[in-house]
């Protein structure tokens, strides 16, 4: 007796041995069933096995496989059953209890009140039985899969002859429980299978991502993404340089002014092919600019693209400013030498020597105008392409200042100079300077106009100061800018070409020195050159 437990003991090992290497050679959930049952048909004789997930939180048990009559059933044709934690059913009881069940009764036992059993035919069709007709299944053994110490599953092995004994209930439960582990073995390879899968497509996104952010850091137009609250969540190089701030994490509408009204006049493409650009001031801080945006629909918001024109537009702008100051200025000499010499060429009039001499003196002097203006063009292209000779050497302001005033002879001006004083520097550009400075009082000023010539440690001071309207604060700057002139479109201002400034100021500076203004509006103008001493 003891002899023949051992036997059957070394026998059951021995399968069990067998059953582990070839349930653990399954890669997949579906092979190691299959296995499964191809293991079973070697040791327990069966019509059916019905292998049933019970998921606790619905209360549900789902059929995982189904073998009925040599034939393989489809589960997922198979519904969910919900748990009969009351009732008869002997898989609910399974679950509830915890404990395998073997049934050498069947028949008998769903006669008994609430005796359930629910059968499955080779077509796959679900069949509760006693309700649908009497059970063919003569005997039924019924074990809880666990997991942790829950049931998480019943398997259900069935016959429809002959009975089961305590040594097949011993042998499935230790089958199931090997089926179970390598089952999950499978699932949880599966799963790592799939979280490598995911992680790698995210890596290749990523990577796609950082080269289109590369690509963009080198596109010369600013590229923001704005998302659907406005919060620049991506910012390229290019744009941050041309605002001046770091936009990523900034409101749009804490950086760009008036914002909104951007957004809204931007027409926003649904597809790149699509856009359309328009070209709109924005102010950024203090700056004023003119950037021409591009707008993009995307899934996380707008994407603009914008290009810097602030250069272009103030180069158009000082071109317009160009050709006005200069066809005004060259007309109105033009139009003097013109007049004089129509007049001149009547033949109807008989001229005096002196009328003759007067309009030939208007000739004279409105073409000295004319070639004035020429030479003031030329000189300032030749400043702008650093074309100009500037000699440095030791001048006598003082003796300077009293010649020039020499050949402004007649003009109203009071002269400071202490004798002598000198300055390093190119004497003819100096001179330059000074007769645009005093020019410009006389002309834009009213007497007294005083020139102060004054030591300021290392550098010489010269001051011209007249007692005019002065300039407001507002242009103190501007009027050094090439071709800028207060009020040009005034029908009496005095004529000039708006590059007076410019060039005294460029020549100052080309000297080692520097031209600036001081003026309390109402009270006239003080234009202050410093000049390095020698
Ligand atoms: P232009 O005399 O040819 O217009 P400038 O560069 O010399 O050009 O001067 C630029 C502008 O600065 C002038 O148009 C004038 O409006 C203003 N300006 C220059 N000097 C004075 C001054 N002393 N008082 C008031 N305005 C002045």
Same mark, same amino acid.
């Given at each position: 007796?003891? +002899?023949?437990?051992?036997?059957? +003991?070394?026998?059951?090992?021995?399968?069990?041995?067998?059953?582990?290497?070839?349930?653990?050679? *399954?890669?997949?959930?579906?092979?190691?069933?299959?296995?499964?049952?191809?293991?079973?048909?070697?040791?327990?004789?069966? &019509?059916?096995?019905?292998?049933?997930?019970?998921?606790?939180?619905?209360?549900?048990? @789902?059929?995982?496989?189904?073998?009925?009559?040599?034939?393989?059933?489809?589960?997922?044709?198979?519904?969910?059953?919900?748990?009969?934690?009351?009732?008869?059913? #002997?898989?609910?009881?399974?679950?509830?209890?915890?404990?395998?069940?073997?049934?050498?009764?069947?028949?008998?036992?769903?006669?008994?009140?609430?005796?359930?059993?629910?059968?499955?035919?080779?077509?796959?069709?679900?069949?509760?039985?006693?309700?649908?007709?009497?059970?063919?299944?003569?005997?039924?053994?019924?074990?809880?899969?666990?997991?942790?110490?829950?049931?998480?599953?019943?398997?259900?092995? #069935?016959?429809?002859?002959?009975?089961?004994?305590?040594?097949?209930?011993?042998?499935?439960?230790?089958?199931?429980?090997?089926?179970?582990?390598?089952?999950?073995?499978?699932?949880?390879?599966?799963?790592? =299978?799939?979280?490598?899968?995911?992680?790698?497509?995210?890596?290749?996104?990523? &990577?796609?991502?950082?080269?289109? =952010?590369?690509?963009?850091?080198?596109?010369?137009?600013?590229?923001?993404?704005?998302?659907?609250?406005?919060?620049?969540?991506?910012?390229?190089?290019?744009?941050?340089?041309?605002?001046?701030? $770091?936009?990523? /994490?900034?409101?749009?509408?804490?950086?760009?002014?008036?914002?909104?009204?951007?957004?809204?006049?931007?027409?926003?493409?649904?597809?790149?092919?699509?856009? *359309?650009?328009?070209?709109?001031?924005?102010?950024?801080?203090?700056?004023?600019?003119?950037?021409?945006?591009?707008?993009?629909?995307?899934?996380?918001?707008?994407?603009?693209?914008?290009?810097?024109?602030?250069?272009?537009?103030?180069?158009?702008?000082?071109?317009?400013?160009?050709?006005?100051?200069?066809?005004?200025?060259?007309?109105?000499?033009?139009?003097?030498?013109?007049?004089? =010499?129509?007049?001149?060429?009547?033949?109807?009039?008989?001229? *005096?020597?002196?009328?003759?001499?007067?309009?030939?003196?208007?000739?004279?002097?409105? =073409? $000295?105008?004319?070639?004035?203006?020429?030479?003031?063009?030329?000189?300032?292209?030749?400043?702008?392409?650093?074309?100009?000779?500037?000699?440095?050497?030791?001048?006598?302001?003082?003796?300077?200042?009293?010649?020039?005033?020499?050949?402004?002879?007649?003009?109203?001006?009071?002269?400071?100079?202490?004798?002598?004083?000198?300055?390093?520097? &190119?004497?003819? @550009?100096?001179?330059?300077?000074?007769?645009?400075?005093?020019?410009?009082?006389?002309?834009?000023?009213?007497?007294?106009?005083?020139?102060?010539?004054?030591?300021?440690? +290392?550098?010489?001071?010269?001051?011209?100061?007249?007692?005019?309207?002065?300039?407001?604060?507002?242009?103190?700057? @501007?009027?050094? $800018?090439?071709?800028?002139?207060?009020?040009?479109?005034?029908?009496?201002?005095?004529?000039?070409?708006?590059? /007076?400034?410019?060039?005294?100021?460029?020549?100052?500076?080309?000297?080692?020195?520097?031209?600036?203004?001081?003026?309390?509006?109402?009270?006239?103008?003080?234009?202050?050159? #410093?000049?390095?001493?020698?």
């Amino acid at each position: 007796m003891a +002899d023949a437990r051992v036997a059957a +003991d070394s026998e059951l090992t021995q399968v069990l041995l067998a059953a582990a290497q070839r349930l653990a050679e *399954s890669i997949d959930a579906e092979r190691v069933y299959d296995s499964f049952h191809e293991l079973l048909e070697e040791v327990v004789p069966h &019509d059916g096995v019905v292998v049933s997930s019970f998921a606790a939180d619905e209360g549900l048990i @789902r059929c995982e496989y189904a073998w009925v009559e040599g034939v393989r059933v489809d589960e997922s044709t198979l519904p969910p059953l919900p748990l009969n934690r009351a009732g008869g059913g #002997m898989q609910s009881r399974v679950i509830v209890t915890g404990e395998a069940l073997l049934v050498n009764d069947v028949a008998e036992r769903i006669q008994e009140p609430g005796g359930t059993y629910y059968n499955v035919d080779r077509e796959g069709r679900i069949a509760k039985i006693p309700d649908s007709g009497p059970a063919h299944t003569t005997a039924a053994m019924m074990v809880p899969v666990k997991y942790g110490g829950a049931v998480v599953g019943v398997v259900q092995l #069935m016959r429809d002859r002959g009975l089961y004994t305590h040594r097949d209930l011993e042998l499935f439960s230790a089958l199931v429980g090997l089926m179970h582990a390598a089952v999950r073995n499978a699932r949880l390879q599966d799963e790592r =299978a799939q979280l490598e899968a995911v992680a790698a497509v995210e890596r290749a996104r990523a &990577d796609e991502r950082e080269q289109a =952010a590369r690509v963009l850091e080198l596109v010369g137009d600013g590229i923001i993404l704005a998302d659907r609250d406005g919060v620049i969540v991506f910012s390229n190089r290019a744009a941050d340089a041309v605002t001046g701030v $770091e936009l990523c /994490g900034r409101l749009a509408a804490d950086v760009f002014g008036a914002w909104e009204s951007v957004a809204a006049a931007v027409p926003v493409a649904r597809e790149v092919g699509a856009t *359309s650009s328009m070209t709109l001031p924005v102010s950024v801080g203090d700056r004023e600019l003119w950037l021409s945006f591009v707008a993009v629909e995307s899934a996380e918001g707008v994407v603009y693209a914008f290009r810097d024109l602030t250069a272009e537009r103030q180069f158009d702008e000082e071109k317009r400013d160009f050709v006005a100051t200069i066809s005004h200025e060259l007309r109105t000499p033009m139009t003097g030498v013109y007049g004089a =010499a129509q007049t001149l060429l009547r033949t109807d009039i008989e001229w *005096s020597a002196s009328q003759r001499h007067d309009l030939l003196q208007l000739i004279a002097s409105q =073409a $000295e105008r004319l070639s004035q203006i020429v030479d003031d063009l030329l000189l300032a292209t030749n400043i702008d392409h650093d074309r100009i000779q500037i000699s440095q050497e030791p001048v006598e302001v003082g003796e300077l200042v009293r010649q020039t005033l020499e050949l402004l002879e007649g003009s109203d001006v009071e002269v400071e100079a202490p004798d002598p004083s000198y300055a390093l520097g &190119d004497r003819d @550009r100096i001179q330059q300077i000074v007769v645009n400075l005093l020019d410009n009082a006389l002309k834009y000023g009213r007497p007294p106009v005083r020139l102060v010539v004054a030591s300021a440690g +290392d550098a010489l001071q010269l001051s011209v100061r007249d007692s005019g309207t002065g300039i407001p604060r507002e242009q103190q700057e @501007r009027i050094f $800018e090439k071709f800028y002139r207060r009020d040009p479109e005034l029908a009496r201002a005095p004529s000039g070409t708006g590059l /007076g400034l410019y060039i005294a100021r460029a020549l100052a500076e080309r000297m080692g020195g520097t031209l600036e203004v001081r003026s309390v509006p109402g009270s006239g103008a003080e234009f202050v050159l #410093m000049l390095p001493c020698p």
